[in-house]
């Protein structure tokens, strides 16, 4: 069978798209169930205040050290690490960023009988992620806040309420996280709001994670200093999650 | 190695050692008085592979009166009772512990002391009538263990099944955190229920026990077994007649090439130590009298004939290393794929020669002895310039994932026994399933055996038994200690520094 022109030069492309790819972890515990490969993309849309990847936010250019690879690439990097995890999550950065090039990946990593995660921040377009949200086992959903998201993200953008409740109602939700700080969000709205929508999905997790500035950057410090919440209003937040239905809520110091 | 005549007075002298542990090195010492060319016919050859090292007799001695190890059916006791000991069989689960703990201490072993206690969840569960008194019963029993059997080679087993008697033991390994009884879940991804699994593997964080087992792997080559002293598998109802060992360290540092190795010293090594282990068993069997005098013979607990024993080997590292260096590769066993190719080509060596000897008296494995892949013992200079095992040495070892498939690939060598052991941090107990998924991962890849424990707690693994690191200190300031085992783990980690092993976070 002969390929239309354009069928063509979209296949050659699938062969040679590259994803920037910051950091592989091997083996990784904490981004997701199991033990699974974490694959760190470069490039994020948003520049969080307490960011713990700051040297992931950057999109490729000059001064960024990432390194590309093809799909061929990973998949080779994924098999030798195959028998012992139970799948893989791309995170970032911002995975979604790349959902062409992920598509291509996550079908060639569930032949080989693994899962896939995508580690997000929750701000895609739905539009942009039709194929690839079928073929994603589940999404690890950051939510920043319900309100002055860019004091936090210092990004203009929506909120992704909408696109949770869609991921939600898919059954593509793992865990949903909120980094908790003080002043720059409403703690306790946010927490309400996540929990109105949580507690009807028992398995899904609630993490609810406190902002700390151990690996932060000078300037992150400065940021962040003074915001932590203390022992006593983790605990509160987490009784409120509780209190609201959500089976699931974990706090992490 | 023979013994010397100063050697008793030392011992008899000596500010850091217990009542208990004097005795049982004033007996060892006897044992190894005796002239070995003299009882059991060792030739001058053969007196020489141990004088040089080359091979280790693990201080066995010679006036060899019991196997090495001993692995009793104690279901016999549930069943039978013991006329012996004028014990009926158990109607309770009192009178099981009970009669448990009696049984032990008449079984006998190179320490002295019980290597197996059985398979402890399948000899309790029947007898579990209430879970929260049964607890403190079984909790009770395990104490008693630790504080009467002081030596860690001790070893009981849990599983593949799932059961309350398993449950309660795990729970109560993790409230008691002793090093003794040593620990192994048989483990079957198809049998054994996840929630049990995550479990075990909660408890082998918190408590570095239990270890895990492949069970099927063993059961196609051992049959029905238990894992015993440090990890090995040897036929339940049965046992090992002895244990020597090849120092593959010091063998390849007496020879210039690879095929130096491969075509002379080992094939003379192996014959000279098939000799002597043929000579050892035919004295127990022949003249100690022991399956005559014994009353786990005579009543069923064990039978003659389902007695082995095992061909081992230590410093696989430090030979491939050598033997790397002759040939100018600047690259050390564990990170090369040409070490691995040289380890292959030494293991296949060996277990040729293994399948090619008849041995006497080990009908149970086909007349043939069992590869071993030994780990612990810092009985004289050479143990430091022999990694225990096939192990990777610490310092060397490559991430997880890699050194998991590194050294997969040497599992099948040893159907009597071979283990790795990683550390993990804290993060792991957030994720139980992560371990499950590597145990599994690495069952799947030709493992026979893993264990896993968290890198800062007290409770450490050694080699395959478990020390107190408070307890090694002690000893290392000469105070008098309870377990003989911290003993040995002092001079372990002194040789091969195994108590800072990678840490996998």
């Given amino acids: 069978m002969y390929l239309t022109e354009g069928q063509e030069r979209k296949s050659m492309e699938i062969q040679e798209i590259t994803l920037p790819v910051n950091e592989i972890i091997p083996f990784s515990n904490v981004d997701g169930r199991g033990n699974r490969t974490s694959i760190f993309v470069q490039g994020c849309n948003l520049n969080c205040v307490y960011c713990h990847n700051p040297e992931t936010i950057k999109l490729p250019c000059e001064e960024t050290q990432e390194t590309n690879y093809t799909i061929k690439e990973l998949l080779s990097i994924i098999k030798k690490y195959g028998p012992y995890i139970r799948g893989i999550t791309v995170s970032g950065g911002e995975a979604t960023l790349y959902s062409t090039y992920l598509t291509q990946l996550f079908g060639e990593v569930k032949k080989l009988g693994l899962t896939c995660y995508i580690d997000t921040n929750g701000l895609f377009n739905l539009e942009k992620m039709e194929a690839l949200i079928p073929i994603t086992d589940k999404f690890l959903f950051d939510i920043k806040g319900i309100n002055n998201l860019e004091k936090v993200t210092r990004k203009k953008q929506v909120n992704s309420f909408d696109n949770l409740e869609y991921l939600l109602k898919l059954n593509k939700v793992e865990e949903v996280r909120t980094v908790c700080i003080n002043e720059y969000i409403d703690l306790e709205s946010t927490v309400k709001e996540v929990s109105m929508r949580l507690r009807k999905y028992d398995d899904v997790i609630y993490k609810l994670i406190r902002v700390h500035h151990r690996g932060l950057t000078l300037n992150q410090k400065e940021l962040v200093q003074g915001f932590v919440p203390s022992t006593k209003e983790m605990v509160h937040l987490e009784n409120l999650a509780k209190s609201i239905g959500v089976k699931n809520v974990m706090s992490i110091f | 190695?023979?013994?010397?005549?100063?050697?008793?007075?030392?011992?008899?002298?000596?500010?850091?050692?217990?009542?208990?542990?004097?005795?049982?090195?004033?007996?060892?010492?006897?044992?190894?008085?005796?002239?070995?060319?003299?009882?059991?016919?060792?030739?001058?050859?053969?007196?020489?592979?141990?004088?040089?090292?080359?091979?280790?007799?693990?201080?066995?001695?010679?006036?060899?009166?019991?196997?090495?190890?001993?692995?009793?059916?104690?279901?016999?006791?549930?069943?039978?009772?013991?006329?012996?000991?004028?014990?009926?069989?158990?109607?309770?689960?009192?009178?099981?512990?009970?009669?448990?703990?009696?049984?032990?201490?008449?079984?006998?072993?190179?320490?002295?002391?019980?290597?197996?206690?059985?398979?402890?969840?399948?000899?309790?569960?029947?007898?579990?009538?209430?879970?929260?008194?049964?607890?403190?019963?079984?909790?009770?029993?395990?104490?008693?263990?630790?504080?009467?059997?002081?030596?860690?080679?001790?070893?009981?087993?849990?599983?593949?099944?799932?059961?309350?008697?398993?449950?309660?033991?795990?729970?109560?390994?993790?409230?008691?955190?002793?090093?003794?009884?040593?620990?192994?879940?048989?483990?079957?991804?198809?049998?054994?229920?996840?929630?049990?699994?995550?479990?075990?593997?909660?408890?082998?964080?918190?408590?570095?026990?239990?270890?895990?087992?492949?069970?099927?792997?063993?059961?196609?080559?051992?049959?029905?077994?238990?894992?015993?002293?440090?990890?090995?598998?040897?036929?339940?109802?049965?046992?090992?007649?002895?244990?020597?060992?090849?120092?593959?360290?010091?063998?390849?540092?007496?020879?210039?090439?690879?095929?130096?190795?491969?075509?002379?010293?080992?094939?003379?090594?192996s014959k000279t130590m098939f000799s002597m282990m043929d000579k050892r068993i035919q004295f127990i069997v022949e003249e100690s009298n022991f399956f005559e005098s014994s009353f786990l013979e005579k009543e069923g607990f064990i039978n003659s004939e389902n007695f082995t024993a095992m061909f081992a080997i230590v410093g696989l590292a430090e030979a491939v290393n050598h033997i790397l260096e002759i040939e100018n590769k600047d690259e050390k066993f564990g990170q090369s794929d040409d070490g691995d190719k040289i380890a292959h080509e030494i293991l296949s060596t060996l277990e040729q020669a293994v399948n090619n000897h008849k041995a006497p008296y080990c009908e149970r494995t086909n007349n043939h002895y069992l590869l071993h892949a030994q780990v612990g013992a810092s009985l004289s200079q050479a143990d430091k310039e022999n990694t225990p095992a096939h192990r990777i040495p610490v310092g060397d070892e490559p991430i997880l994932p890699l050194h998991l498939t590194q050294s997969a690939q040497f599992h099948q060598y040893f159907p009597s026994g071979v283990g790795d052991l990683f550390a993990f941090d804290q993060t792991y107990l957030n994720n139980l399933d992560a371990v499950v998924d590597i145990i599994e991962g690495a069952f799947n890849q030709g493992y026979r055996y893993i264990t896993t424990y968290l890198q800062d707690s007290d409770l450490i693994r050694v080699t395959g038994y478990l020390v107190k690191r408070s307890e090694v200190e002690k000893a290392r300031a000469n105070e008098v200690v309870l377990r003989n085992t911290a003993m040995l783990g002092m001079g372990t980690d002194d040789n091969a520094n195994v108590f800072n092993r990678r840490t996998r976070t």
């Fill in chain 2, 1 to 269: 190695m023979k013994a010397k005549q100063s050697e008793i007075l030392e011992t008899i002298k000596s500010k850091n050692l217990n009542y208990q542990q004097k005795h049982h090195i004033l007996a060892n010492i006897a044992e190894r008085i005796v002239d070995p060319m003299e009882v059991l016919h060792y030739t001058t050859e053969e007196m020489q592979t141990i004088e040089n090292s080359m091979i280790c007799d693990l201080n066995e001695g010679y006036g060899v009166y019991r196997p090495r190890y001993i692995v009793p059916d104690y279901a016999v006791f549930s069943e039978k009772g013991c006329k012996y000991l004028e014990l009926e069989p158990p109607t309770d689960i009192d009178e099981l512990l009970d009669g448990l703990l009696i049984l032990y201490s008449h079984v006998p072993s190179i320490t002295s002391f019980p290597v197996f206690v059985g398979q402890l969840d399948q000899l309790i569960e029947p007898f579990i009538t209430n879970e929260d008194e049964d607890y403190i019963k079984i909790k009770r029993f395990l104490n008693h263990i630790d504080k009467t059997v002081p030596d860690s080679f001790c070893h009981g087993n849990i599983g593949p099944k799932a059961t309350r008697a398993g449950a309660l033991i795990l729970k109560a390994v993790m409230a008691l955190k002793n090093p003794t009884p040593n620990l192994t879940i048989k483990y079957n991804q198809d049998i054994t229920e996840r929630e049990f699994a995550r479990l075990a593997v909660k408890a082998a964080l918190l408590a570095a026990k239990p270890s895990f087992s492949n069970d099927l792997g063993y059961i196609k080559d051992v049959g029905e077994h238990g894992i015993v002293s440090c990890y090995n598998a040897l036929p339940i109802g049965g046992g090992a007649y002895t244990l020597l060992r090849l120092r593959l360290g010091t063998i390849a540092k007496s020879c210039d090439s690879r095929e130096g190795l491969i075509k002379e010293a080992l094939p003379y090594l």
